[in-house]
């Protein structure tokens, strides 16, 4: 089907003018479409739901719009006019009012376009790295009274790093690419390194740090930066809203933006983190995170940066071994090329904890 005939399903009102590949998410399939309403040129942000990855379309867009409408009356309380630029607003479709549509196998999705603001891939300045950091807070915090059920945990277990590892392990053994061998290096490290995936989860046994609602996806390039006033002004990509720990938020955090790198960077000597970025993110987090966060969430910020980082670059090595079948890749390595980064970017972390740690002693002091 055109995108046009997608286009006309949904509450969308003009004339279709043009739409277009948009971003650079690995996930889903995103397009800028646009409308001529009286002669005024309107945007949207039409997408194909990842559906091999998002089964259950019906409580994907259940826990998103449970989330936008709860932001959105949080942001009206606050006073604040310019709620559709604040966070997502999802448009109907004309038949049932549905959040979605379904055509032939594929799940169709969209919303209001946040006009004048950009998802960095890698912010350009400490600004936009604070201001990233206090939108992801104020998010978390906005959806600590969501009232009702818990939201719908739709990837189980999607930060489990125990059940990310037997996978690793599983596409290791299979190595039905024969891909381990271009890979010795980075599979040795992240063998070593596998003893930081029961930190966490001990930690919730043991009642010291609280499951939240959280994003799960805090890449940088998910909240969009305003273009005139650098404000963290939309958070974005809320698929994987669901119950989930603080610490991995800012963790992601840690991983995409303090390095000032791409993430499939091909020179490795180039990729670290930053303190001063560091900095900016830790500051622009606490800034709304010291009201909410309890002293092992704080203590424990630095080493959530380091543990996402594995993860994520465990999970680039696992699909890179299983023939690159779960993020887009757009040439022959692309997943081995991210790993790498993710790696460089744990023995960055690692080699500079303590000057991290005391950024963060100084926040709370
Ligand atoms: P993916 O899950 O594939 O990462 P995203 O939901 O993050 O998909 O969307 C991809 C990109 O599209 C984002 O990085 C951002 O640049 C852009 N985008 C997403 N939603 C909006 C929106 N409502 N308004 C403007 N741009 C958007
Ligand atoms: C995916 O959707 P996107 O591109 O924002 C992935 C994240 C990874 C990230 C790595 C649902 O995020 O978990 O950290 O790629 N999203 C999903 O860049 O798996
Ligand atoms: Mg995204």
């Known amino acids: 089907m055109q995108l046009e005939q997608i286009v006309k399903q949904f509450q969308i009102y003009g004339d279709f003018v043009e739409g277009h590949p948009y971003g650079s998410g690995h996930i889903n399939d995103t397009y800028k479409v646009s409308v001529n309403l009286s002669g005024t040129k309107v945007n949207y942000l039409l997408q194909r739901i990842n559906n091999a990855i998002f089964p259950n379309v019906e409580k994907l867009m259940e826990n998103i719009t449970r989330v936008t409408e709860h932001c959105a009356e949080k942001f009206c309380q606050m006073g604040y006019s310019d709620i559709s630029r604040r966070c997502l607003t999802v448009v109907k479709t004309h038949s049932g009012g549905s959040f979605y549509f379904d055509h032939e196998g594929g799940y169709w999705r969209v919303y209001l376009f946040v006009e004048d603001a950009t998802g960095f891939d890698v912010p350009e300045t400490n600004e936009q790295i604070y201001q990233a950091g206090a939108a992801f807070a104020r998010f978390q915090s906005m959806l600590v009274d969501i009232p ?13 790093g125990k059940k990310r590892l037997a996978a690793f392990e599983n596409a290791l053994e299979a190595d039905r690419f024969n891909r381990a061998a271009n890979a010795s290096a980075e599979i040795k490290y992240q063998l070593d390194n596998a003893w930081m995936f029961d930190v966490l989860p001990d930690l ?7 499951i939240r609602v959280t994003h799960n996806d805090t890449k940088i390039n998910n909240v969009l930066i305003d273009d005139k006033t650098a404000e963290g002004v939309c958070v974005i990509d809320l698929d994987t809203v669901m119950p989930g720990l603080s610490l991995y938020d800012f963790g992601d955090l840690v991983r995409t933006s303090t390095s000032p790198t791409q993430e499939d960077e091909k020179n490795i000597d180039i990729v670290g983190l930053r303190l001063d970025r560091f900095e900016s993110l830790l500051n622009g987090f606490m800034s709304v995170g010291r009201d909410y966060l309890n002293k092992t969430e704080i203590e ?7 543990l996402i980082t594995m993860t994520i670059g465990m999970r680039f090595l696992t699909d890179y071994l299983s023939g690159d079948t779960y993020f887009k890749v757009h040439r022959e390595g692309h997943n081995l090329d991210r790993c790498r980064t993710q790696y460089k970017l744990v023995q960055s972390i690692t080699d500079q904890q303590d000057e991290l740690e005391s950024l963060v002693a100084d926040t709370v002091r």
Request: hydrophobic fraction near 40%.
């Open 300 to 306: 424990y910020l630095v080493f959530a940066g380091k």
């Open 204 to 210: 919730v046994k043991k009642g010291a740090v609280p």
């Open 148 to 160: 009702g059920e818990p939201l719908y945990e739709i990837i189980p277990g999607f930060h489990d």
